[in-house]
């Protein structure tokens, strides 16, 4: 049942069930093709959706359990268009995860435009064909933790908007913008811009020795193939991350979220006297 | 139907079914409780095999489509215990994968002594009730990528056999060491020994400045709550990753598994000069 504000908070307490329609609609949100369509995702878990609210972002629906609801004010429910109280049972319909939380919420998909010059100034990370959406995950996650404001992915790349990779981003998704883009178009301006291209490769120079940048693009490539072929001849600074061990079987490459934070974090070291916030 | 080596390349081509009881018991794999009582863990996926075939380590059984075991030169399919031979169909019902590869092989688990004396000699990892088999697996990695040997684990840390950890491990684990063990008896007896235990807190010193070591604890904690009240005073380097950001929504952490990343990576480019091994 939606609960028309602002009689919320009367209502918290009658017995209330959700209808079958609306179950139906909140998880087929779960599927990239109905998401696209009706311009709407879902986060979840309590610390998430507190994080939504404390944002500030436009929430168009929260479903929470009645012990949620009653934790969050009454003047912020009165903003949210649409309250669903749930039970325990209802959510576990609802939820994408095994064991839900208490509430769920959502949100509107803003679509942003991409300013190429703008994203220019600083540093950009490009995903090329990045699949794994706990892998994408970590990687906002890491971007926002680092300052990278800006994620280019190529269009095979897993969606954003995956409730896999919301859950694995853990609210970065608020502090990073990200794009889907031919990234051959986009390597192909920053050549003419001058813009320099960082891409991993085996035969690469030490990130711990190879001049970084506080601008340019970070590329980074499939979980299994790499960086595609066709976007290697881009690559204006080829760099990679030295491998202690002598070891012969087991460890070939690092996972792709595990090598972007270390990238991230080489630059951020490097250039943190230039602009360090904190 | 378990094939007597070394008729197996003559009955590759039969047609030959796996037995209900070997799929039940293939399958019981997947919880801990089995893996502790047969002493046996599963690895999944044709590069996992490969590398596992490649190592030289003790395999008990393989599991696998006919074209698999036609690429493995019969004098290694001779030397291993027992091979079954499946279709597509009978593995999709053994997998613990969605999409299931061409094999899966069962593993002896090698039982490790841990000489507390030996491992001090060097970098070693302790993992705080570090849940989620996905960060297990990736920290596994990456210490085997940066030459750590060595990870001790608290009892209520997720298992290393679990199927999900070897999976995001990616074979990591021939080159680990994994043990299970009190982290305050170890971080005491470290105290006794002077070994540096490097914890990552958040009033630590940025990790680019701190002095670092070629031997000592790194301290890992769990996802949601850190390292455990009681284990902090036993840290001697309080240590932490700076943030690049000033957002104030979405990012008061970075994943366990990126920071362990990070943090090993900053260990070995400040001691490369010592024991870099290519």
């Not at 954003?160 to 859950?167: A, E, L, T």
């Not at 340019?216 to 030295?242: A, C, D, R, V, W």
Request: proline share 5%.
């Amino acid at each position: 049942m939606v609960l028309p504000n602002p009689v919320i908070k009367k209502k918290l307490n009658l017995s209330i069930m959700i209808s079958k329609k609306r179950v139906k609609f909140i998880t087929s949100l779960q599927k990239k093709k109905v998401r696209d369509e009706e311009k709407l995702f879902i986060i979840e878990g309590d610390k998430l959706v507190r994080e939504f609210i404390a944002s500030k972002v436009p929430i168009q629906t929260i479903v929470a359990k009645p012990e949620f609801l009653s934790s969050i004010s009454g003047d912020i429910l009165n903003t949210i268009p649409e309250i669903e109280v749930v039970s325990y049972e209802e959510l576990k319909q609802i939820s994408t995860l095994k064991t839900p939380h208490n509430a769920l919420a959502i949100i509107p998909i803003q679509d942003k435009e991409l300013h190429i010059k703008e994203v220019f100034r600083e540093l950009v990370v490009a995903l090329d064909f990045v699949q794994d959406p706990g892998n994408m995950g970590t990687i906002i996650r890491a971007a926002a933790w680092f300052g990278i404001k800006n994620i280019i992915c190529s269009p095979d790349s897993v969606d954003v908007y995956n409730p896999k990779v919301i859950q694995a981003s853990m609210g970065a998704i608020l502090n990073v913008n990200i794009f889907y883009s031919d990234l051959k178009e986009l390597l192909s301006t920053a050549t003419g811009e001058e813009i320099p291209v960082f891409g991993t490769l085996l035969e690469g120079e030490s990130v711990y020795n190879h001049k970084l940048d506080t601008k340019g693009i970070i590329l980074l490539g499939n979980e299994s193939k790499g960086i595609s072929t066709e976007l290697i001849p881009y690559i204006t600074e080829k760099i990679m991350i030295p491998k202690f061990s002598s070891a012969k079987h087991g460890i070939d490459s690092l996972n792709v979220g595990m090598a972007a934070a270390i990238v991230f974090s080489e630059f951020c070291r490097k250039s943190k006297s230039i602009h360090r916030l904190e």
